[in-house]
Antibody, heavy 123, light 110 residues
């Protein structure tokens, strides 16, 4: 069975850092570009970051550029999100999502999703 | 404020047809494919429609998508109680160099 399982969430003080992990199983992890998407309380989904499957190119939303860093370890089937200089605006459930790379193209949609991990930034 | 605009809510009785709109611009919907995601609180979100009107295997054909110009829509025909969820449209935005989502539409089955 295909699984994406996020971990690492919790309560953190403003200005501090946190690293999220997303462990993949049941599929060929290196065939997927990986994304982080978040949902603040009472709000909609917001795309956060993307890392390509093989090239390791990375993309970020303006709201996190310079503070967050996405990385992956294909040997461990895991994608990470390092979050620095956290503020209350970063409070959200963070989901990892996968986008298949096939026939030389990314499919253009997120076909794998985890259940999310909650990050609360509060003093 | 989301880049893509959706109505916050929609509702219908079992068996009815419900349509959700998603409005964008030339930098996103106008020149890129639209995807729709269903999110029931608790479980993981799932893709419902991709590339404007394509359904992944396992998604009932009650769900259909369309796109015209800078707008898209999701239709649910033969509404069922298990369709109660939040629905999000999404597209790549070439001006922002980012994936953008609508604010979500909560569908209630009366």
């Amino acid at each position: 069975q295909v699984h994406l399982v996020e971990s690492g969430g919790g309560v953190v003080q403003p200005g501090r850092s946190l690293r999220l992990s997303c462990a993949a199983s049941g599929f060929t992890f290196s065939d997927y570009g990986m994304h982080w998407v978040r949902q603040a309380p009472g709000k909609g989904l917001e795309w956060v970051a993307n890392i390509r499957s093989h090239e390791s190119r990375k993309y970020y939303a303006d709201s996190v550029e310079g503070r967050f860093s996405i990385s992956r370890d294909n040997s461990k089937n895991t994608v990470y999100l390092q979050m620095n200089s956290l503020s209350a605006d970063d409070t959200a459930v963070y989901y990892c999502a996968g986008e298949l790379y096939t026939n030389g193209w990314y499919v253009g949609y997120f076909d794998l999703w985890g259940r999310g991990t909650l990050v609360t930034v509060s003093s | 404020q989301s880049v893509l605009t959706q109505p916050p809510s929609a509702s219908g009785t079992p068996g009815q047809r419900v349509t959700i709109s998603c409005s964008g611009s030339s930098s996103n919907i106008g020149n890129h494919n639209v995807n729709w995601y269903q999110h029931v609180p608790g479980p993981a979100p799932r893709v419902l429609i991709y590339r404007n009107n394509q359904r992944p295997s396992g998604v009932p054909d009650r769900f259909s998508g369309s796109k015209s110009g800078t707008s898209a829509s999701l239709a649910i025909s033969g509404l069922q109680s298990e369709d109660e969820a939040d629905y999000y449209c999404a597209a790549w935005d070439a001006s922002l160099n980012a994936w953008v989502f609508g604010g979500g539409t909560k569908v209630t089955v009366l």
